[in-house]
């Protein structure tokens, strides 16, 4: 049954995942159920959509991921230039 509201979330999803996380999780898990993906269906594609985005950290909680990444200059030059 795809959930009306953010606050219909589980616990475990509201506890964890900050709430940008959690907006994403409701919509991905509405399109998903929507499409006629069965519940757990539904749940795994949300929480795939959020770990695009987010990560788990030591703490349990789940934290935006770094832009970037390693390698990435700055200065948008290559090397030796």
């Known amino acids: 049954m795809p959930y009306q509201t953010i606050d219909e979330l589980p616990s475990d999803v509201k506890e964890k995942l900050p709430q940008g996380a959690q907006q ?36 349990g909680q789940w934290h935006h991921k770094p832009e970037g990444g390693a390698g990435v200059m700055s200065t948008g030059t290559m090397p030796g230039n």
């Open 24 to 59: 994403i999780f409701f919509a991905a898990y509405q399109s998903a159920s929507s499409d006629g993906l069965s519940e757990e269906g539904a749940y795994q594609v949300a929480w795939n959509s959020v770990k695009n985005s987010y990560e788990e950290g030591n703490d």
